[in-house]
Each structure stands twice: as structure tokens, then as C-alpha cells.
């Protein structure tokens, strides 16, 4: 029997073939009395095998994710896989359909609302069915994130592994056959809010992604993010890699995010002002930029440094901040 949810759908998870459907979440506000929140989601099941989740939309100012399973979902014939894929393109409909990374509704993050509340609003709602209904279906998720409108950053697999050291050794592996360009291990400095976090709890191969930068769509980033889903679908032996999945790139090289002091924050507010570029080796004690008060001409720019020496993985997109404003993050090279 599955979790209590408010939820509902006419989508059948055991059937074989496409299905495209919607998550329906009841929603009364002001101005529907009897509505609901329509999630966008599809089903494609043949015969038995792994289920893996695709998720993108859980920030709604972040793009490849999205439009790549949108692209499958259109274009995959059943036949070809092995198992069965369920996929959620527009997770946090409201942030998508608003383009922002809160939604619109309840203004909350959704990946800081795992693992979510029945009765909560509609974030977290959301968030629950993930967690509670979707979750446990499936062996592999799949959360393609992407800079969003806040960061510019470089393409790139995101790891995360948790303590399981044998579950750890197949998120290692399915990271290595994503094969994008660069992939960053990252540990959220302990935050248990995250989908990631919620489906290491479940046991689940996690594979996450940072895709495109500044709010745009990064044609680089949409064909690391379509050749490196199949990969690992491929990995998984659920289907076949496409011939058109696009030129593969050199073995992935490793990284990872090694603490807080990897983080770069905004000292004032102002207008930041980086000083490298996305890729560039920085040194610890080094200039990451400057915050400049263009209504105050008299006041000196306030300087922002590196706490560690490293390789400059993102960066402030948007030129305003405010004080707390993460304005850089800086990756070291590890064994993987």
C-alpha cells in the first residue's frame, strides 16, 4: 500500500508502452476553488528490469534537465529499453512555469523540502510524493540540475555518495559512464534537505548534474546532458547509447568541492566584479573580485578572496548581490 498523499494520477506504473500524464495536486487558492496543480509526467515501461527516475525542474530557472527529458519522453520508443523510466521534467511546475528557483505558490525551495509533507504546501508536497510514492519504485535517480540565474559555471556531473561504501561504488560507476567533462563530488556541507540526500537514504545510484550557467540554455550543456543520460541508462543495460548522443568527450576528470572554505561569499552589497574566469587556477589568499557601490562613487571596492587554492568551478552570474551571496566555488582534483 502506498504512502498517504494527496496526490493523484491516472498514470499506471506496472503497464507497459508511453504514458504521459500529470500528477494532480489539489490546490485552493484565492482564485480556484476546486483546482489542482498539474505536474507534468511520463512512463515508459517494457517488460521487467531497473526503474530509474529522471528528474529536472526542481529549480525552475534551470533548463538542460528539462528539455532533455522532454526530448525523450517525445522521441523514446518502448521498445528500446529494458525496464522502466518514469520521468518528472518539470518537478517544481510552479518554479518552472514562473522561471525561478522558488515556486511561485508557496515561494519555497524544493530541494530544501525533502523528504516533504503530506499535508504541507505545495513544495512540500511534492516533495513527499517523490519521496514517499516515486522513490521507493526505483533503483536509479537522476536529478539534472543546472546553474540557474544565480551561477555560471562549468558543465559537469555531480557526485554525491553518502556513507554505503557498495552503494558508493555504483554511483562511482555510473558517474564514470556519464562521462562529462568534469564531475564534482560534493557532500552539501551536511544539508539532509535535498532530493540527493533523500534518495541516498532510499539507497538509490545517484547521479546529479550542473549543466548551464546564467539562466540561458548552454548548447554545450544540452549534449553532455543527453549523451551522458543514455550512457548511464545504457550502463544499467536499460537500453542502447544513441548513435546520435553526440562526439564523446576525454575521461571525465575528477573533482570535488573540499569544504566550506571552497566558497566564496559576497562581503557587501553592490555590484561583484569576478577576476577569473570559469576554469582558471586560483590560489588561497588570491583576489576573487571586487564589490563596487555605483551609488556611492567616493567608496573604495570591497575585496573578495579565496580561502583555498584550486580550479574556479562557478561563479556569480548576476551582477548585483548582497551581503551572504555565494560569488564563487572552487574545486581540487582527487582520485575519484
Known sequence: MRAKTYIHTDIDFDKDGKQISFLNLPYSPHSDAWGVIPIPIAVIKNGSGPTALLMGGNHGDEYEGPITLG???????????????????AANTPAVIAGRRVSAEDGKNMNRSFPGEADGTPTKQIAHYIDSVLFPMCDIFMDLHSGGSSLDLIPAAIMQVGEDKALAEKIRSAIRAFNAPLTVAMDTLGEARTSSAAALRHGLVLIGT????????????????????????????MMEAPADAGE??????????????????????????????LGDAVEAGQLAGYVHFLDDPGRAPEAAAFKRSGMLFCRRAPGRVIRGNCVGIVVNDFDG
Open 71 to 89: 526530448r525523450m519522453i517525445r522521441e523514446l520508443d518502448p521498445a528500446r529499453i529494458q525496464g522502466r523510466l518514469i520521468f518528472i521534467p
Open 248 to 277: 564523446a568527450p576525454a575521461p571525465t576528470r575528477m573533482t570535488r568541492v573540499g569544504g566550506p572554505d571552497a566558497y566564496v561569499y559576497a562581503p557587501a552589497n553592490g555590484i561583484f566584479e569576478p577576476a577569473h574566469e
Open 210 to 237: 550542473e549543466m548551464g550557467s546564467a539562466g540561458a540554455v548552454s548548447r554545450r550543456g544540452l549534449e553532455i546532458c543527453w549523451r551522458g543520460v543514455h550512457n548511464v541508462l545504457a550502463h544499467f543495460e
